[in-house]
């Protein structure tokens, strides 16, 4: 039903470089609807409710929302909270107190759960509201839709990152590991590949969690390569793992939701390459700079995000609840998208893999498929970055015969 009265967003879990573009999307679509009397933006999500902690976005000054578009990370802060039943019951409260008649959430599966138990409650409820999910995970993990706003920039930064590091191992003749988000999904991982634009190229090898390797076959895919080209450059998911195998990939310590805090697989790998190949091999971790690295941002990812956003808005004043919005692919060259919506139930908890189809045979490496998939959502900002994954050239190498003895070194 369509409803007069206030409404209230608020950003959940890790930021993205574009989830301030949903948000934005929002105050502006929400702006121009005279159903919503003031718009808050809830401080660090569901804790910001709680404790009564939010602002009035409708008096934000008109240019400085549109700068904050571009800005990474989360403008209103962002919180991991999963909520407890007493935490809906505050909600309610607090919504019913600030006559609260419409609700956005940015965030991924756990932030979806966390938004349809709200949903659930109202409809129990004597308070009439409509509460809208809008999606948010570098992940790319959320079910339905075709992908997630913050995907693309993350995937930007993480191919252009091992493209970066490629260049230094090829010049040392050396070993590299570059371990990337993705706990149960290899999405940014896989995306890598998209920056290997000719065949020797990094990365060589690229493992995502979905699937468990051989350690007998990995050192021997490590072999091969190095061996064919002279240098290594493995990309790998966090979440990776080996059949059998006592190699500490995770922490002992867990986040909020639960989940055990990753990390550490580079470095293991790395050191059981250099044991095996005996040449130097060294580690790096992207962390938190995939999800706010701006200059990576994507074009496409900020238009998702921003269109998400105002649809979010249209569709809750229109009167449809309980729904997180999508992005349906109508075409990859040129990449057009439009925005529909699912089932907040449909997309809770829920989480979707990179398809078995999509990953080459020998389990190191991501099918052309993947790559069409994933190219078109990583093309840059046209100004002040390039557009697209910009392409290295090397040396041809014409190389001289030499007139001397091989020199020994003493």
């Known amino acids: 039903m369509s409803l007069q009265g206030n409404a209230m967003i608020g950003q959940s879990g890790g930021p993205s470089i574009v989830i301030n573009a949903s948000l934005v999307g929002a105050i502006e679509a929400a702006r121009d609807t005279a159903q919503i009397e003031t718009f808050y933006g809830a401080l660090h999500g569901l804790d910001g409710i709680l404790n009564e902690q939010f602002i009035d976005l409708f008096r934000e000054d008109y240019e400085l929302v549109e700068q904050i578009r571009y800005t990474p990370s989360a403008a209103l802060g962002t919180s991991r909270l999963k909520p407890t039943d007493a935490d809906l019951q505050r909600c309610m409260e607090v919504f019913k107190a600030h006559n609260i008649r419409y609700f956005f959430y940015i965030g991924g599966d756990d932030s979806q759960l966390a938004c349809h138990k709200i949903s659930?409650?109202?409809?129990?409820?004597?308070?009439?509201?409509?509460?809208?999910?809008?999606?948010?995970?570098?992940?790319?993990?959320?079910?339905?839709?075709?992908?997630?706003?913050?995907?693309?920039?993350?995937?930007?930064?993480?191919?252009?990152?091992v493209q970066f590091?490629?260049?230094?191992?090829?010049?040392?003749?050396?070993?590299e590991v570059m371990e990337i988000m993705g706990r149960n999904a290899g999405w940014i991982?896989?995306?890598?590949?998209?920056?290997?634009?000719?065949?020797?190229?990094?990365?060589?090898?690229?493992?995502?969690?979905?699937?468990?390797?051989?350690?007998?076959?990995?050192?021997?895919?490590?072999?091969?390569?190095?061996?064919?080209?002279?240098?290594?450059?493995?990309?790998?998911?966090?979440?990776?793992?080996?059949?059998?195998?006592?190699?500490?990939?995770?922490?002992?310590?867990?986040?909020?939701?639960?989940?055990?805090?990753?990390?550490?697989?580079?470095?293991?790998?790395?050191?059981?390459?250099?044991?095996?190949?005996?040449?130097?091999?060294?580690?790096?971790?992207?962390?938190?700079l995939q999800r706010s690295f701006g200059l990576a941002a994507s074009q496409v990812d900020l238009d998702e995000a921003y269109a998400v956003g105002r649809d979010a808005v249209r569709r809750a004043c229109q009167g449809e609840s309980d729904v997180m919005i999508t992005i349906q692919r109508?075409?990859?060259?040129?990449?057009?998208?439009?925005?529909?919506?699912?089932?907040?139930?449909?997309?809770?908890?829920?989480?979707?893999?990179?398809?078995?189809?999509?990953?080459?045979?020998?389990?190191?490496?991501?099918t052309e498929e993947f790559i069409e998939y994933c190219r078109p959502l990583m093309v840059g900002r046209s100004e002040p970055m390039p557009v697209g994954i910009p392409h290295y050239p090397r040396f041809q190498k014409h190389v001289i015969a030499g007139k001397l003895p091989k020199y020994e070194r003493e």
């Not at 992908?147 to 993350?154: E, V």
């Not at 990776?240 to 550490?264: C, Y």
């Not at 990859?332 to 529909?340: A, I, K, L, R």
């Not at 699912?342 to 078995?356: C, F, H, I, N």
């Open 330 to 366: 109508k075409s990859s060259e040129p990449f057009v998208f439009e925005c529909e919506d699912t089932s907040l139930m449909s997309v809770a908890g829920k989480t979707r893999v990179v398809p078995d189809e999509w990953i080459n045979e020998e389990h190191n490496g991501i």
């Open 120 to 161: 659930q409650l109202a409809k129990s409820s004597d308070w009439d509201m409509n509460i809208v999910g809008i999606p948010k995970t570098i992940d790319n993990d959320l079910v339905i839709t075709d992908n997630c706003p913050g995907f693309g920039s993350a995937a930007r930064l993480a191919a252009s990152a």
């Open 189 to 288: 991982t896989g995306a890598t590949q998209v920056g290997r634009q000719e065949e020797r190229d990094g990365p060589h090898l690229v493992y995502l969690p979905e699937v468990i390797v051989d350690p007998d076959k990995f050192l021997a895919d490590c072999h091969e390569n190095f061996d064919k080209w002279g240098y290594l450059v493995i990309a790998v998911s966090e979440g990776f793992s080996f059949a059998e195998s006592d190699i500490p990939t995770t922490s002992q310590k867990i986040d909020e939701f639960g989940h055990a805090r990753l990390g550490g697989v580079a470095q293991a790998l790395s050191d059981m390459i250099e044991e095996e190949l005996g040449v130097r091999s060294r580690f790096d971790r992207l962390g938190n």
């Open 165 to 175: 590091v490629s260049k230094d191992a090829e010049a040392f003749g050396n070993c």
